[in-house]
């Protein structure tokens, strides 16, 4: 149980162009979802807090107007990488949690975004 | 969230138990230990999380200390596959389910044939 779908898996697109990546809880409801960015040989960053029917909390640093986030059901949740530059080249993994307790997040497998 | 403390690098020997030692001695009295590991290029893998018992599940056992200031995760038969890196997290629950993990650096295991 408690499986995590991330799509697409890997990404390459050139610069300027925007990216969507969906994160799925395939067998339970999340009313909370993560998104995390890793560069390559660092540990995971979160971005930011997705939340279900209403706005994202992001992280300091993050822009918000960049990385959109909309969580629209309790079982998706997408982040949309705007205007995407190289720098914006990244290992973008997505998490969610299931409610109640002290329940551990589970990862989605990770989108490699490579912008050219 | 207690920050927490690990060895880079580890390596062990195929077969053989793995013991991966986290110091968590700033812990408050509602704080999980949580254990992740991630494989390269792949999202991090839960493994265990556990308060001030030992735990044990199908992947690994985890054995606090008795102040929780430290514990250690055992991975009884080492093999190839678990080689990763394996992150110590520190969390309180939070009932808002707004608690997004802070990861460091974790410890690198080669799992050596």
């Known amino acids: 149980g408690a499986v995590v779908s991330q799509h697409p898996s890997w990404v390459i697109c050139k610069s300027g162009t925007s990216v969507k990546i969906e994160c799925r809880s395939l067998?339970?409801?999340?009313?909370?979802m993560f998104w995390y960015r890793q560069f390559p040989k660092q540990s995971l960053m979160l971005m930011a807090t997705s939340n279900e029917g209403s706005k994202a909390t992001y992280e300091q640093g993050v822009e918000k107007d960049k990385f959109l986030i909309n969580h629209a059901s309790l079982t998706l949740s997408t982040l949309t990488v705007t205007s995407a530059h190289p720098e914006d080249s990244s290992f973008y993994i997505c998490?969610?949690?299931?409610?109640?307790?002290?329940?551990?997040?589970?990862f989605g497998d990770g989108t490699r975004l490579s912008i050219l | 969230d207690a920050k927490t403390t690990q060895p880079p690098s580890m390596d062990c020997a195929e077969g053989r138990a793995a013991n991966l030692p986290c110091n968590h001695s700033?812990?408050?009295?509602?704080?999980?230990v949580y254990w992740y590991r991630q494989i390269h290029s792949q999202g991090p893998q839960y493994i265990i999380h556990?308060?001030?018992n030992n735990e044990t599940n199908e992947m690994a056992s985890l054995i606090i200390t008795e102040d929780r200031k430290s514990s250690t995760l055992i991975l009884p038969h080492a093999t190839l596959r678990d080689t990763a890196v394996y992150y110590c997290i520190v969390r309180a629950h939070s009932g808002g389910g707004a608690d997004g993990l802070t990861f460091g650096k974790g410890t690198h295991l080669i799992i050596q044939p």
């Open positions: 556990g308060l001030k």
């Open positions: 700033t812990i408050s009295g509602n704080e999980y």
């Open positions: 998490s969610a949690r299931v409610s109640g307790g002290n329940q551990p997040q589970h």
């Open positions: 067998d339970f409801q999340a009313t909370t």
